[in-house]
């Protein structure tokens, strides 16, 4: 019996003494955490909207998308994030548009977990190039093989076409959400 | 018989006589996965260094305190504790190193190095030398992971921490960067260990039968005399 009473003491000492020890540090740690994130979404919003100067969430939605102001205050577009299912994981992206939806202005991709070499080509400035000044008039269209030929038509990579599928899939998506959400009237 | 080793002998002893990858084969799991590039390798190193140290001097200061019935789940919850410490202040300092090492930081709770090194020496010693005893195995599994990443690094993108190393006209081997190539390295790499320790051996062996042979032929001339 007294043996069954230490062990039960030693675990809840060990227990709450680790807890204790722990919410100090996530205490210390949490803001800095949260301002880190802060700063690398901000810092994607204005990278994909180059004349951008402020932004402002929009809220009540159920993905992420931002107001981006020029220097006078002006609406100069919106910045989308988006994510959704890669070749091996899921791929996060943040998407530039025009104030009407109509064109990509740049593309930035957040996070992704794609074959070294051959899906994280996506991340190279060849492929990502495209999307700067394309039309999503309807929508982004992906070609295999050939040069593109209409304005809202980009080339996929050799190799890696899941991957560059699913980018293009997953702005036509974010810009869809946007696109209902401007029916609405709510941007 | 066993001979009391000093400081420095545990500190030395996790570097070769036991590394940790080369000889005990542990932790592999962070071995394999995030030396894709040196830098990765260090950051990782130095997380479970940082882990192994302070969870092998809590362990052993509470060692007589703690019931043996409940000694695992006393380790595990210490070793959390820090694994969580380290992650968060990875979190909260180094955003892009805890990013490019993912789900591996909190992984290291479970790297049986760590409850290795708790349950066969931190366990059994006193705290200066369970400290020692961790240093030495941090200090093994930092350099393998080093020598892996540099390797890998270099033929998979050509760099070695960042720094450009071979022309542009080398294609790199893609197969270094998946974790093909992490099987590969390793293998070879405790292979080339293993060789050359096996030599040192024999010459050692070699040494004391020459010596015998010398010695016992001076004996035999003496007898003669």
Known sequence: MKIVIRMILTLTIIGVVAGGFLANVAQWANPLIEANKKAETEKAIFLVQPDGKSYQQIKNTNFEIYKVFGENNELVGYSIAHEGNGFQGKIRLMVGVSSDLNKIKQLEILDQVETPGLGTLILEPPFRKQFSDLSTDPKVNLVKGVEPSKPNEIQSITGATISSKAVVEIINKGIEKARILKERGAL | ?225
């Open chain 2, 1 to 225: 018989m066993k001979k009391e080793k000093t400081l420095l002998q545990e500190f030395v002893k996790g570097i070769d006589e036991i590394n940790p990858v080369m000889k005990q084969a542990l932790g592999l799991c962070p071995t394999l996965a995030v030396t894709v590039s040196a830098i990765n390798g260090i950051a990782m190193a130095l997380a479970t260094t940082f882990v192994l140290m302070f969870s092998s001097l809590m362990i052993s200061i509470i060692r007589k305190l703690i019931p043996s019935q409940v000694r695992i789940a006393s380790y595990i919850v210490i070793i959390a504790t820090f694994v969580t410490i380290a992650d968060l202040v990875m979190k909260a300092k180094f955003p892009a190193m805890s990013k490019a090492l993912g789900p591996f930081v909190p992984l290291i709770v479970v790297n049986c190095l760590i409850l290795g090194r708790a349950e066969a020496f931190a366990s059994k010693n006193n705290p200066l030398k369970a400290l020692f005893d961790a240093l030495g195995n941090g200090a093994g599994f930092l350099i393998v992971l080093f020598i892996m990443g540099s390797i890998r690094e270099l033929f998979g993108s050509r760099t070695i921490l960042g720094f450009h190393i071979l022309p542009h006209s080398f294609e790199p081997m893609l197969i270094m960067i998946l974790p093909a190539g992490a099987f590969i390295t390793l293998g070879l790499l405790m292979g080339f260990k293993n060789a050359y320790t096996e030599r040192v051996k024999r010459k050692e062996r070699e040494d004391i039968v020459k010596n015998y042979r010398a010695v016992s032929k001076l004996e035999s001339t003496n007898q003669g005399l």
